[in-house]
């Protein structure tokens, strides 16, 4: 009793402000790849990284229209992934954080809230614990899956810096049986496509993280989870604050809002994930002995999502598949066909020139609706919230703001 008292305070007593205990999530994810294993990157592995970056780059030039995204190359080990990528994690779990922790505080019956008094707030604690702990489990298991900052299709990275991770390239490389420098120059060569498309669409970074906070602002707590999962704690067992499985709390509401909300947010991922697997199959075209292969494989990954994707999933109620991934890639070939590499790119001007989830049933029908770009981009408003300010699509914008 007395070490599950000294756990308790020490949960209770760590810092984090939010309803996530963000400091116990990194220990936590810290711990959980120590025991597993988390190699060190080796000088030789740092240079073969920065060297097939620099090469995906040059390759990726007459496969898109957009410039070189990369300002900074390097491979990071599992435990700095989590690092380098844990503010946009916590832009994006702390909504859904906060509706679970809210719902613990409902479960004290009212008459009791005043008796608690400035105990209260202890719930709220121990919420962002339980939370923290969880997710700080799932990170770790995608640090050990992941393969480069842009690998689950949403910018996670710091702006401009293109990463990779080595130790799990090899251990990916392995599974299909194929040269590592293989694997990792087309890992390279996705994420060089990232970068690009993120770092000269200004406003892209926000669309996509808007349409996952707005998905999740619809996900609803399942109290009668979380009163199953605080039932199994036994205070005369330490390890059963860690035993906790907070996976199935959350689950999307059944409304016409939600509905197009998810949409929204498969349709864009689609739409990103679907124009980096045709750039860079383009880009590596008879360069790579067995691009085919690893083009296929790279689909299946995403469209199915790992089992610690599927986890983390699980946990925060948002899954980022990229459902309609084989439609987009046509849609984009078909852009290709009908308009070229310029006019394919400038559908990324403007959010509103993007294809709708009704497009992707006839890609060519979208393609071919109006190859005058400019008599198209002419109705938009490019003051609108999301667009540019003050600069038409596709025109050059130096500003540091933009690209953060």
Not at 243 to 261: C, M, R, W, Y
Not at 314 to 334: C, H, I, K, Q
Request: net charge negative; with cysteine; hydrophobic share 45%.
């Amino acid at each position: 009793m007395q070490q599950f008292m000294s756990q308790l305070q020490h949960l209770l007593s760590a810092s984090g402000s939010g309803p996530v205990n963000w400091d116990l999530a990194r220990q936590v994810a810290a711990s959980q790849l120590a025991a597993a294993g988390d190699p060190a990157v080796s000088p030789y592995e740092r240079h073969a990284v920065e060297e097939a970056l620099r090469l995906a780059d040059l390759w990726l030039e007459p496969a898109s229209d957009l410039p070189s995204g990369i300002r900074t190359s390097v491979a990071w080990n599992r435990n700095e992934w989590i690092y380098k990528t844990l503010d946009v994690w916590r832009k994006l779990c702390d909504p859904v954080a906060s509706r679970m922790v809210g719902a613990m505080g409902d479960l004290v019956p009212p008459e009791a809230r005043a008796q608690l008094g400035p105990m209260q707030s202890m719930v709220a604690t121990l919420g962002g614990a339980l939370f923290g702990g969880q997710l700080g489990q799932a990170l770790g298991s995608l640090a050990g899956e992941v393969l480069s900052a842009g690998d689950i299709g949403l910018p996670l990275g710091p702006a401009g810096t293109a990463a990779l991770v080595p130790a799990n390239i090899r251990t990916y490389g392995e599974g299909l049986e194929l040269p590592e420098d293989e694997v990792r120059l087309y890992v390279a060569l996705r994420e060089a496509a990232h970068q690009r498309l993120f770092e000269h669409v200004p406003w892209l970074r926000g669309h996509v993280l808007t349409a996952v906070e707005n998905y999740a602002s619809g996900i609803r707590v399942n109290r009668e989870a979380i009163e199953e999962a605080m039932g199994r704690v036994d205070p005369t067992d330490p390890e059963s604050m860690q035993a906790i499985a907070l996976e199935g709390i959350f689950t999307p509401e059944d409304t016409p809002a939600q509905k197009a909300s998810l949409a929204r947010l498969e349709t864009v991922l689609a739409l990103v994930e679907g124009w980096v697997c045709h750039v860079v199959d383009n880009a590596a075209g008879e360069r790579l002995p067995n691009v085919v292969r690893l083009g296929e494989a790279f689909r299946r990954r995403r469209a199915a999502g790992g089992p610690a994707e599927q986890t983390f999933a699980a946990l925060v109620g948002l899954e980022l598949r990229p459902r309609r991934l084989r439609e987009a890639s046509a849609l984009w070939a078909a852009l290709t066909t009908h308009r070229g590499i310029a006019g394919r790119d400038a559908v990324w001007g403007h959010p509103d020139l993007l294809p709708s989830d009704d497009d992707f049933a006839d890609p060519v029908a979208f393609a071919t609706r109006s190859t005058d770009l400019d008599d198209e981009l002419a109705n938009f408003d490019f003051t609108a919230p999301g667009a540019p300010e003050g600069k038409a699509p596709g025109t050059e914008d130096d500003s540091d703001d933009d690209r953060s």
